[in-house]
């Protein structure tokens, strides 16, 4: 009896230290997760407008070239050399979120660059959504009417990129995050504008 008390007690002990080891890692690292997301976010935005920067001078450079636009509650990055405009699109994946960067040119319709900052997916498959060379296929394709991601041979039109062979959901779940966040933020843009 007296052995199985002093388990116990090890456990609990060995358990609050543990859990206040965690707690205070947390803590310790929680500014730096935080920026080194703010950096990941600006990096997309400056890369997709071509803009040079290094790590040590990030903010400064997002701070020159970029104006950021809040609208309906929605964050727009507009360039202010090209007029380009980017924001963050998310939404649900075949295994879990599909976050990225999308950058249109100034007429808020044709694709300049996207770049996938989280994802899910199966890798060798859907995980394919976050490939630069199936993203570069996205490059002066239009959003309007919507954008279509389609396994058709049949050429292009200029809304229409081909699917990611053997991965159908997470093309259509892409597809579908593409422009449930694109007319979002459409209204936010025009909203700003008017």
Same mark, same amino acid.
Do not use: K
């Given at each position: 009896m007296n052995?199985? /008390?002093r $388990? /116990?007690?090890f456990v /609990? !002990?060995?358990g609050t230290i543990t859990s206040i080891l965690l707690i205070g890692m947390d803590i310790l690292t929680k500014d730096r997760i935080i920026a080194n997301e703010e950096a990941l976010l600006k990096s997309a935005v400056?890369?997709?407008n071509q803009v040079s920067y290094s790590f040590t001078n990030i903010h400064d450079v997002f701070a020159e070239e970029i104006e950021v636009i809040t609208s309906e509650g929605l964050t727009l990055y507009y360039h202010k050399d090209s007029g380009n405009i980017s924001y963050v699109f998310e939404g649900g994946g075949v295994w879990g979120p599909i976050i990225? $960067? /999308?950058?249109l040119q100034s007429d808020f319709e044709t694709i300049v660059a996207i770049s996938i900052l989280q994802q899910e997916e199966t890798p060798g498959l859907g995980g394919i959504v976050a490939d630069p060379l199936y993203l570069a296929k996205f490059v002066g394709i239009k959003m309007v009417p919507t954008i279509e991601i389609r396994k058709d041979p049949a050429p292009n039109k200029e809304n229409? !990129?081909?699917a990611i062979t053997g991965a159908?959901?997470?093309s259509s779940s892409f597809e579908r995050i593409l422009n449930d966040n694109y007319v979002l933020h459409l209204d936010a843009w025009n909203s700003h504008n008017e």
């Open positions: 052995q199985n /008390i $388990m /116990i007690f /609990i !002990v060995l400056l890369s997709a990225g $960067m /999308i950058t229409e !990129v081909d159908t959901r997470t």
